[in-house]
């Protein structure tokens, strides 16, 4: 089993500490999302979980407690992108994020943590020359700490519309898309141990020599595990998307980092607050606790680890 920690909300920057006892106690219940009084219980026990895929904007808090995962594998989907304050309203400052990110290659290696460059829209302050130059001196500050960039490109999700007519954001144009493509491209060319490649197929780029990737990536979790496995391709994520299959166990409406253009919050962001309000580090949910009425079902979890070889 794959576990996602998380697609719906930054764990690792607002709720390691939980993370971390729920690793202690060996499981966690995860509400439906279109059903909340229906939970399932998932096993943490490193014997089924092949490994945690960590989603955030800021891991700083998880870096001193690290060691606690001495028994999992891992690795980080790390989002890096030079917008300031203005779009992503609650996140350090990109130098402190950057320092972060050096921190948590030289802890746990270079391949386990992939830079998502993502998502990518623009505007008159952030235009194409905009992305062209400051992903270069992402680029070049990253260039020993990662092995992989992911691009992507923003999705206008209705309950973002507001914020983006106020930001002035329209959807992207392909000659734009292309002509960031092709710098982007050129500068990674710089830096031969960086690989790029888009998430999802939405934005076909392979024209250009930019593959289509995978977050949750069945290659590289072979690579870390150091064993093969079976897994197809995730049925709950869109068509676009190429990830093999994972358990998300985070819970949307959660996340602090305030992005404007963000999927897992809908634009309400005192449902945050409210939400936050119901957090303990010590329950099995991420948000308050099982209820009476909640009906909580043990979701049957086995280890992707395939070691039937072929003779031929």
Not at 118 to 133: A, K, M, R, S, Y
Not at 182 to 211: A, M, W
Request: glycine fraction near 4%; include cysteine; aromatic fraction near 12%.
């Amino acid at each position: 089993m794959i576990i996602s920690a998380s697609r719906r909300t930054d764990i690792p920057a607002f709720f390691s500490e939980w993370f971390f006892n729920r690793i202690k106690e060996g499981y966690v219940l995860v509400p439906n999302p279109f059903n909340p009084k229906m939970l399932s219980k998932i096993s943490l026990s490193p014997i089924v979980i092949d490994c945690i895929v960590f989603w955030t904007k800021n891991p700083e808090p998880m870096l001193n407690n690290l060691n606690q995962l001495q028994d999992y594998k891992y690795y980080f989907q790390f989002t890096l992108n030079p917008y300031g304050n203005k779009l992503e309203i609650n996140l350090p400052s990109i130098e402190k994020r950057l320092d972060t990110f050096k921190r948590l290659s030289d802890k746990v290696g270079r391949e386990k943590v992939i830079w998502r460059y993502d998502p990518i829209l623009t505007n008159g302050e952030f235009n194409v020359t905009f992305h062209q130059e400051r992903f270069a001196m992402i680029a070049d500050e990253l260039k020993d700490h990662t092995e992989k960039c992911m691009l992507g490109f923003i999705d206008h999700y209705p309950h973002i519309l507001n914020a983006t007519r106020q930001f002035n954001i329209q959807p992207l144009r392909k000659d734009k898309i292309e002509n960031m493509a092709i710098s982007f491209k050129n500068t990674i060319n710089n830096y031969p141990s960086i690989q790029l490649e888009t998430c999802t197929t939405k934005v076909d780029l392979r024209h250009l020599g930019i593959t289509s990737g995978l977050c949750i990536d069945k290659i590289l979790i072979e690579r870390i595990t150091g064993y093969p496995i079976f897994a197809q391709k995730d049925k709950n994520q869109r068509s676009v998307c190429n990830c093999i299959e994972s358990i998300d166990i985070g819970t949307y409406e959660s996340c602090q980092n305030g992005c404007i253009y963000c999927y897992a919050i809908k634009g309400k962001y005192n449902h945050i607050e409210y939400n936050m309000q119901k957090h303990d580090k010590n329950s099995p949910l991420l948000i308050g606790h099982p209820s009476e009425n909640d009906i909580i079902k043990e979701r049957k979890i086995l280890s992707l680890r395939n070691d039937q070889f072929s003779l031929f």
